[in-house]
């Protein structure tokens, strides 16, 4: 049970374009647990052969024009340089033990990876290996894959690897080319024992199941969770021994933490990549699977229930409660809130709770990506529309009636200030035409 978690091949997998959507609309009431493969390399979506347009894009430009020069170093190589160049926090420094990368010979729990992430891109770094792993978040086509060798260069290129997919596209990504973030048991040397995985962690996963084969400093009171244990042995004394591993502040008793550019695997850095990493899945979902049926129907009206499930996850309704207060790097949570933007009244919706949630006003800044912003118009519009009923109390469901009016309240105010794209009836309630 220790294979490769996400090596088979999905490559066969070519449905033509009607086979999906029946198959599609059998899984609609599921949406968000939907797992087939979107044919994202056939014509109408075309992944390969659609240039890149993202963070990586964009610095690859300014390093061919000579405008960004990247200076390697003895220790990390291109990463530090590479880091500034985007404007990634190293706070947001995680590190993953288990062996889940196609660099995996080389991580163990004594040489875990680490990442480094901004709302673009992530990055990752094997100590000692000779290529950095990155994936970008490109507004149209979804998650794409670089590598970029160690080895010192004048005009250091990154290179894109699509067959990274092989793992980065499946049932665990939401069926297109997305972001991954898991959790196993491992043995000593960071193997995976597959039958304890989480296919796919994110806000709504329960404390207890996240972490596993991951690092995490911070603290979080009594609420249990499966990082920081190595081997059964740790797992099992865990039963007895509740949080014998949680609540660490130092890494020093698994490795070298000297070895790394910052010293920990931020609780907190974690728990928004987590969110994150799902909603720009999903948006990637939901911009695919607008494209194929505008060019079927004309229209987005049969995605009424990818919709809603992608609202319930927008606004953090299924989101695992807090039973203690997590506290993590201060300066990590402060550089992700200082990206605001914010409304007049000082408020963002970067800024967190970490008491019984995870962000203060529950409503995901990735409202304001390209990601989002760039949907297809027939369908933000639908969204739109939807949110506003929500927030503006029209919506009585039971689905979002953890949305307190005064939460709904507070969230229509920061959006109606800070999202210029909304339609004018969020401004103007008198100029709705439609009702
Ligand atoms: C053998 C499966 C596998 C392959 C192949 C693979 N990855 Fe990953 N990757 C993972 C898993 C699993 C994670 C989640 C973190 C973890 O558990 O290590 C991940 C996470 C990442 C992350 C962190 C952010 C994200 O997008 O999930 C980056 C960056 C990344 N991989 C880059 C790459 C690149 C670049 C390639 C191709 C050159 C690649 N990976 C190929 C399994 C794989």
């Known amino acids: 049970m220790q294979a490769d978690p996400c090596m088979k091949s999905r490559r066969h997998l070519r449905l033509p374009l009607i086979a999906v959507l029946a198959f599609a609309a059998g899984l609609r009431a599921d ?3 939907s797992t087939h493969l979107m044919p994202f390399d056939e014509e109408t979506l075309a992944y390969s052969k659609s240039p890149d347009t993202g963070a990586i894009a964009r610095l690859q430009r300014r390093i061919d024009a000579g405008e960004v020069v990247l200076k390697p170093d003895d220790r990390f190589g291109y990463l530090l340089p590479v880091l500034e160049a985007l404007q990634i926090p190293r706070s947001s420094q995680l590190l993953v033990f288990s062996k889940t990368s196609f660099q995996r010979d080389r991580i163990s729990p004594s040489s875990p990876r680490a990442l480094y992430y901004n709302e673009g891109v992530y990055i990752g770094y094997v100590s000692g290996a000779p290529l950095l792993e990155v994936s970008a978040v490109d507004p149209k086509i979804g998650a794409v894959f670089y590598t970029l060798e160690q080895k010192p260069s004048a005009k250091p290129r990154f290179v894109r690897t699509d067959n990274c997919t092989e793992c980065h596209a499946s049932a665990k990504t939401m069926g297109v080319p997305g972001h991954l973030v898991r959790s196993f048991q491992t043995d000593e040397s960071g193997m995976v024992d ?26 979080h009171g009594a609420q249990m969770h499966r990082g920081n244990l190595v081997g059964k042995a740790e797992f099992d004394r865990q039963e007895k021994e509740p949080n014998h591993a949680g609540n660490l502040t130092d890494l020093g008793h698994y490795f070298d933490p000297g070895r790394y550019a910052e010293p920990g695997s931020d609780i907190v850095s974690l728990m928004v990549m987590e969110h994150q990493t799902h909603l720009q899945n999903f948006l990637t979902r939901l911009g695919y699977e607008s494209k194929i049926h505008l060019t079927a129907y004309g229209h987005v009206n049969y995605l009424k229930s990818a919709t809603e499930a992608f609202l319930r996850y927008l606004l953090f309704v299924e989101e695992a409660p807090l039973t203690a207060p997590v506290h993590g790097r201060t300066d990590f949570t402060e550089a992700f809130v200082r990206a605001g933007p914010r409304d007049s009244r000082g408020r963002s919706l970067r800024d967190f709770d970490l008491q019984t949630r995870l962000f203060k006003h529950p409503c995901s800044y990735l409202i304001y990506s390209d990601a989002f912003t760039g949907l297809p118009e027939p369908l933000k519009e639908k969204l739109y529309r939807r949110l506003h009923d929500i927030l503006t109390g029209q919506d009585p469901s039971e689905a979002f009636s953890r949305l307190t009016p005064d939460l709904r309240k507070e969230i229509l105010e920061i959006l109606t200030e800070t999202k210029p794209d909304l339609p004018d009836y969020w401004r103007h309630p008198a100029s709705d035409s439609k009702r």
């Not at 304890?196 to 991951?214: C, E, F, I, K, Q």
């Open 31 to 33: 949406f968000q647990g």
């Open 194 to 219: 597959l039958l304890t995985g989480v296919d796919s962690v994110d806000h709504r996963t329960p404390l207890a199941d996240r972490w596993g084969g991951w690092y995490v400093t911070g603290t």
